[in-house]
């Protein structure tokens, strides 16, 4: 049987050509190298870098002097705490269904007037729902009822939709930044009136999406048709992804952004 010669591109030949002469490297310095490379697009770094998500919105609403932010899955107010930083006079609201969180940010409160904190879960409806969790504000609580197999226990919460709660407070954001363990569609779901004013979303992406069932792909669908532009958060900045591409299906906690603009030549 004659095997067929398949012509490689060039991108192809150098691939290999850089897969033959790493592989001559110890297997543990490979991996090592490989959390490097990701971490330098951006894969894999969400969660510990707070202070490169908020200096990149800060680049890509360089235009803006006053913000209002909604802080979905606020934890200990790190992230809220970042952006005040550079939006002193921005008004953040802070939504951590844990009620240890009142403790916590008392401080916060204290220190910044224009910070509030609002004891409920954000998801696509209305009621009470179990959040899954390990300690007091452990940052991998989460709605998802798989959760409950790596948490110590359960308790009851208030919930209810970003649309509901823009219409009864009348407060509209510019920025939302979503952080919930695997719940983010959820939130965006309970938000179509609300993210129509949006200018950037901030949202996580990890293997929890796996209990979800969804992919990048659908996050990026739903931004696409919304007319928003989506790229990852990298330590260079805000890498635009002008199309899908399933190397985006990677599961170790990124943060990406939707951003609404025509175009970022601009930027």
């Known amino acids: 049987m004659q095997i067929m010669s398949v012509k490689k591109s060039y991108r192809e030949k150098v691939v290999l050509l850089l897969a033959f002469f790493f592989g001559f490297f110890p297997y543990k310095f490979r991996r090592l190298m490989k959390f490097s490379f990701d971490a330098s697009l ?12 908020v200096e990149t919105i800060s680049k ?9 932010c909604f802080d979905i899955g606020a934890n200990k107010g790190e992230w809220a705490s970042g952006i005040l930083g550079v939006y002193p006079n921005a008004k953040v609201l802070c939504f951590e ?4 969180s009142v403790k916590v940010f008392e401080n916060l409160l204290k220190e910044f007037p224009n910070l509030t904190l ?13 959040l899954h969790t390990l300690t007091d504000l452990w940052g991998g609580a989460s709605l998802l009822p798989q959760v409950s197999l790596n948490a110590g226990y ?13 219409l009864k407070s009348g407060i509209q954001p510019d920025v939302i930044k979503i952080d919930v363990e695997g719940a983010e569609m959820s939130v965006l779901k309970g938000a179509s009136h609300t993210l129509k004013s949006v200018t950037l979303v901030e949202f996580e ?7 979800s069932k969804l992919y990048f792909k659908d996050y ?10 989506l790229g990852r958060i990298t330590p260079s900045g805000f890498a635009h992804i002008a199309e899908y591409d399933p190397v985006e299906e990677f599961f170790r906690t990124t943060n990406y952004i939707a951003y609404r603009k025509s175009a970022l030549r601009d930027k």
């Open 220 to 229: 990026f669908q739903f931004f696409n048709e919304l007319g928003f532009l």
């Open 205 to 211: 992406f990890s293997d929890l999406q796996m209990y």
């Open 42 to 53: 951006g894969y894999g770094t969400g969660g510990f870098d707070i202070k490169n998500e």
């Open 154 to 166: 359960s308790k009851d919460v208030q919930v209810d939709t970003l649309d509901n709660f823009v």
């Open 97 to 100: 269904p844990d009620l240890k």
């Open 118 to 130: 609002h004891n409920i879960a954000i998801s696509d409806y209305e009621g009470v729902a179990s």
């Open 60 to 68: 890509l609403l360089s235009d803006r002097t006053e913000i209002t």
